[in-house]
């Protein structure tokens, strides 16, 4: 059973550039969770991605965005990127919405 | 608003010690419950999970915790800890069959040997 996988698995961007991170999510689940994690705190839920379609989303604005494909792997999109966006960002899958959560290794995302 | 809050954010242990990590999360509904581990330079794992029945719940690695309703508490218990079980622990809640992962702030654990 394959797990979770993102890429990359760092990444250095400009402040004003957009970025695009990669999912794919473990065997057989089909929601797809994004989250925040900056240093030294616990993750922040960006939002999720149930049957591709969004199923909730987190406290964070319009230029984070997201897509699910057929096969249930999943992109997170960020524009005009802010030195604020720095942080490692994690990807988790599950069986269904209030699941168990399984998370991948994350991308770390640094912006200068 | 919907919350966890973890009491402790560094604790210090001894080999063989006994642990406890509080955590409280506010009222909103219905709960599910979960412990991830975080071990250095790892990916975030599930320790352990409750969603209904039994309120002691066991995880992997000896771990387990136990539902309080009454007190909106999930501590998480080892009786006796060990060098590898440094890492960061983060107690996380699902309100209402919702999809939101909400973590606490996560409370880091060295062991000494």
């Known amino acids: 059973e394959t797990g979770v996988t993102q890429s990359p698995t760092h990444l250095i961007k400009t402040r004003g550039q957009q970025v695009t991170l990669r999912c794919s999510s473990q065997s057989g689940h089909n929601t797809v969770s994004w989250y925040q994690q900056a240093l030294g705190q616990g993750p922040q839920f960006i939002f999720q991605?149930?049957?591709?379609?969004?199923?909730g989303r987190g406290n964070f604005p319009p230029r984070f965005s997201g897509l699910q494909f057929p096969n249930y792997s999943s992109e997170l999109n960020v524009n005009a990127l802010e030195l604020d966006d720095s942080a490692l960002y994690l990807c988790?899958?599950?069986?269904?919405?209030?699941?168990?959560?399984?998370f991948g290794p994350g991308t770390r995302l640094t912006v200068t | 608003a919907q919350s966890v809050s973890q009491h402790n954010h560094h604790v210090i242990l001894s080999e063989a010690a006994s642990l406890e990590l509080g955590c409280n999360y506010s009222?909103?509904?219905?709960?599910?419950l979960f412990w991830y581990v975080q071990y250095p330079g790892q990916h975030l794992q599930l320790l352990l999970k409750y969603f209904s029945g039994d309120p002691l719940v066991k995880g992997i690695k000896g771990f387990e915790a136990e539902f309080i309703k009454s007190k909106f508490s999930f501590n998480l218990r080892k009786p006796s800890v060990q060098w590898s079980d440094t890492a960061e622990y983060f107690c996380?809640?699902?309100?209402?069959?919702?999809?939101?992962?909400?973590f606490g702030q996560g409370t880091e654990l060295s062991v000494k040997p």
């Open positions: 991605y149930y049957r591709e379609e969004e199923n």
């Open positions: 988790a899958s599950s069986f269904e919405p209030g699941g168990e959560q399984y």
């Open positions: 996380a809640v699902i309100y209402n069959q919702g999809g939101k992962l909400i």
């Open positions: 009222y909103g509904g219905t709960v599910n």
